[in-house]
């Protein structure tokens, strides 16, 4: 290898280096940014009663239901959608190989995964609210269930993306091994290759969870929001992001600190998600060599 050439790659190197490294900090900027950002706006609501009093005492009040709902919220939905993406993840990457039906699936779920919000919302309110209230006379409308659903239609894609992609990383040696000893193909998916992809399926949760805690869009026509504590998935639910929305364009200062406050904490509650999925991803790696 010529010097020049040498020297032609190591400029490269360090010049696409240098790219990385800036991408880097431009990003650790804005992050750094938004949480001084809401945390300055906010750290006069940072008080035991934001965690404790509820949204019907207004200024005076907290976001202790609205938190609850939205854990409800969200759990309703990753117990919905986990099971239906591993599931599907799992048949795109070993079962439709030999199928023409695996590609179509693979493009419609790219569209899901990129499907705004709010179109999930609508079309959750058209599909489960509206014949909820018309089978029940009115008794059931907006639901912590629709709002489940919901947020479900939007993790699900991801999960589904993340089976399958880490399931395909799997090296094909451990397949073959598995098949030349005579081992069933539901048995070397289930306790061979699943337990080798679960840290990166786990990972993939993770991030769906993070997604969907800050989505506001399909909860306004799904669990609609409720100023009072309610555990009931058939009630209409209250959530953090929802509530944030609505605090914002309230004239009170009050009302707009808790907003900023509801916002950090939001923020910190993904945040740590997406730190806890990398830990995941670093620490249960599974060795193949």
Avoid: C
Avoid at 21 to 38: H, K, N, P, Q, S
Avoid at 200 to 214: C, N
Avoid at 220 to 237: C, E, Q, S
Wanted: glycine share 8%.
């Amino acid at each position: 290898m010529s010097a020049s050439l040498y020297t032609k790659r190591r400029i490269k190197n360090v010049v696409a280096m240098a790219f990385s490294i800036l991408a880097t900090a431009v990003g650790l900027l804005f992050l750094a940014w938004i949480l001084w950002e809401t945390l300055s706006q906010g750290i006069a609501g940072l008080k035991p009663q934001l965690f404790t009093k509820i949204t019907a005492y207004r200024e005076e009040g907290g976001l202790a239901n609205a938190m609850v709902g939205s854990l409800i919220l969200n759990v309703l939905g990753i117990l919905i959608a986990t099971p239906i993406g591993v599931a599907a993840g799992t048949w795109l990457a070993e079962y439709s190989l030999r199928s023409r039906l695996g590609p179509t699936i693979r493009f419609l779920n790219d569209i899901l995964l990129s499907a705004p919000s709010i179109v999930l919302g609508l079309f959750v309110y058209t599909v489960i609210v509206l014949p909820s209230k018309w089978l029940t006379n009115g008794d059931v409308t907006f639901s912590g269930i629709a709002g489940g659903i919901a947020l479900a239609l939007i993790a699900l894609p991801v999960i589904v993306r993340t089976t399958d992609e880490m399931l395909r990383l799997v090296p094909g040696t451990l397949r073959e091994a598995a098949l030349s000893l005579g081992v069933p193909q539901w048995k070397l998916t289930m306790q061979i290759l699943i337990r080798a992809a679960r840290s990166g399926i786990v990972t993939g949760v993770l991030l769906a969870l993070a997604r969907i805690s800050g989505e506001t869009a399909p909860l306004l026509f799904t669990a609609f929001g409720n100023n009072f504590m309610t555990f009931n998935p058939i009630d209409k639910m209250p959530s953090l992001p929802q509530v944030i929305y609505e605090y914002t364009k309230d004239p009170s200062p009050d009302i707009n600190t808790l907003a900023w406050a509801g916002a950090f904490v939001l923020t910190m509650f993904v945040l740590a998600l997406s730190l806890i999925a990398r830990f995941v991803f670093s620490r249960s790696k599974v060795s193949h060599d």
